[in-house]
């Protein structure tokens, strides 16, 4: 199951729409697109990108608000060949999409609000992302409930290898 929401960045001059796909299991970002328009375009892309990534047969489901972009005729026909089941609630109420309103509160603690902005362009932004969503899932420490009550801090790469789940 995957999570995914969309966010809008103020640049120096300029919006940008951040769209990353987030996985239920442990929060960890599979995929995510940078553009300028949050049309249906940015939504096919990220899709795209994070159902590259998985193993042949899969059929994830894709939580999302119920924003106009997931309602596309585009966004449902790619779901229906990849065999994506779509979970959407109303814009702004899906309690499923907590997981990728986590990463949002965590990256602009962490990445955006400390950031220079004056003379950022998209490329670099793009990169910057990259680098943070990439450092989120292999350098992060998070906090992780073990069964039987215990804590247990170590980053998402690491307990996915630990646990012999794919990454």
Do not use: Q
């Not at 120096?12 to 375009?41: E, I, Q, R, T």
């Not at 998209?122 to 990439?134: F, H, K």
């Not at 420490?141 to 996915?160: A, C, D, H, Q």
Request: contains cysteine; glycine residues 14%; aromatic residues 8%.
């Amino acid at each position: 199951m995957y999570s995914k929401d969309d966010v809008e960045l103020a640049m120096d001059g300029y919006k940008c729409y951040l769209s990353p796909v987030v996985d239920c299991f442990d929060g960890m970002p599979a995929a995510w697109s940078l553009s300028l328009h949050p049309d249906s375009a940015l939504c096919s892309s990220y899709l795209r990108s994070c159902l590259d990534s998985l193993s042949s047969g899969s059929a994830p489901t894709a939580h999302t608000d119920g924003g106009g972009p997931h309602r596309s005729a585009g966004w449902k026909e790619l779901c229906s060949e990849r065999g994506v089941t779509r979970s959407m609630s109303r814009p702004g109420r899906s309690g499923d999409n907590a997981p990728a309103e986590g990463l949002f509160g965590t990256f602009r603690t962490e990445f955006l609000d400390p950031l220079d902005r004056a003379g950022v362009g998209l490329e670099e932004l793009r990169e910057a992302i990259d680098g943070y969503m990439e450092w989120y899932g292999d350098g992060r420490l998070k906090r992780f409930e073990e069964p039987g009550g215990g804590r247990r801090y170590e980053t998402i790469s690491g307990r996915r290898r630990r646990l012999g789940v794919p990454l």
